[in-house]
């Protein structure tokens, strides 16, 4: 038999010290931002998050384009 069972509901109450910080004041908020059900990935929640999605995809965009350029210099030889 499970001694410590679910069925009741656990303690309103915290049961330690919960620190009175700005910090740990702006990771409940964080905390709180980020399981909103408001229909936005996580990159949308902040404009600093969709700044380095978007630099992130024209840098590996760029990768890209530089590899096929070097592929196609590699396949097709140069003439003399």
Do not use: E
């Not at 001694?3 to 964080?30: C, E, T």
Request: hydrophobic content about 45%.
């Amino acid at each position: 038999m499970v001694a410590n069972s679910l069925k009741q509901p656990l303690p309103k109450q915290p049961m330690g010290i919960v620190p009175n910080d700005r910090a740990y004041r702006r990771i409940l908020y964080l905390q709180h931002v980020m399981t909103r059900q408001d229909g936005l990935l996580v990159w949308q929640k902040f404009p600093s998050y969709r700044f380095a999605a978007n630099a992130m995809l024209a840098i590996s965009g760029a990768g890209f384009l530089y590899s096929l350029g070097l592929c196609a210099s590699m396949a097709i030889p140069k003439k003399n």
